[in-house]
């Protein structure tokens, strides 16, 4: 084999170099409009105050008192601040379901009420897009119905989102 054939075996271009280059493109690609939409998300809205409504379901009657008006609320995930607790505070029995012995299923509350289900708000600042879509701090996305981990100084806990309103100003 002469050194020009050599040359050209060593450089030959196949279907697997093309698949990786483009895999990398798009891997390059896709981290350049995720920031870049951000960025224009958080420009292009003002920040607005909201109220975030949430419910948590079957916590320990005595880890009610664990929420205090005034208290910081923070992401699990990330430790990011959500805002402030809020005065209201709605605590009701838990609701369970029961296996009846005929295999029927009814819907009844804890018993002792050991368990209870907690609704409260939380005050923060956002910004809503064209959509109706909520981005909190311009850059984290919630929504209604979203399940999420939070933190206080007291407790930790999961929630469901119920409801996100703009505040009268």
């Known amino acids: 084999m002469s050194t020009t054939a050599k040359k050209n075996r060593l450089f030959r271009f ?3 170099d093309a698949v ?14 995720r ?10 809205g003002h920040s607005e105050s909201v109220e975030i409504k949430f419910l948590i379901t079957s916590l320990d009657h005595s880890s009610s008192d664990s929420f205090k008006e005034g208290d910081s609320v923070f992401f699990s ?3 990011k601040l959500i805002g402030t607790l809020t005065s209201e505070k709605t605590i009701i029995p838990a609701e369970i379901m029961l296996t009846l012995s005929d295999g029927s299923v009814v819907k009844s509350e ?6 209870v289900d907690l609704r409260g708000s939380i005050l923060s600042n956002g ?3 064209e959509d109706g879509s909520f981005m909190l ?3 984290t996305f919630i929504a209604p119905g979203m ?10 806990t999961d929630c469901i989102i119920t409801e996100i309103k703009r505040m009268e100003q």
Request: aromatic letters at 8%; glycine letters at 6%.
């Open 147 to 156: 399940k999420i981990s939070l933190y206080t100084e007291n407790i930790i």
């Open 20 to 33: 990786i280059i483009l895999v990398i493109l798009c891997a390059v690609g896709s981290i350049f409009v």
């Open 35 to 44: 920031y870049n939409l951000e960025e224009n998300i958080s420009i292009s």
């Open 110 to 115: 804890s018993p002792g009420a050991e368990k």
């Open 14 to 16: 196949n279907v697997i």
């Open 127 to 129: 910004v809503f897009d």
């Open 137 to 139: 701090d311009g850059n």
């Open 77 to 79: 995930s990330n430790s």
